[in-house]
């Protein structure tokens, strides 16, 4: 199983499971970043952090702490 982190920039991935617990996993989740939701990878910084995304029509950043919390296909 792979995670977000780990998905190249331009491929849209699935998210199967939200890890992490209490704030981590909330933060995610209300970001819409939930169970069965399409990702789509736009940008990665050269060292990797932010990871920016879109989400339901959102372009978001995510941490790469973060998003290797979030597994996806």
Do not use: C, F, N
Request: hydrophobic residues 40%; proline residues 3%; glycine residues 10%.
């Amino acid at each position: 199983m792979s995670t977000l982190k780990s998905a190249a920039v331009g491929q849209t991935v699935t998210v199967r499971k939200v890890g992490g617990e209490g704030a981590v996993k909330r933060r995610i989740m209300d970001m819409g970043i939930t169970k069965g939701v399409s990702v789509y990878v736009r940008k990665v910084a050269p060292l990797g952090d932010p990871i920016e995304v879109t989400v339901r029509g959102y372009e978001l950043s995510i941490r790469k702490a973060d998003a290797e919390m979030i597994e996806a296909e």
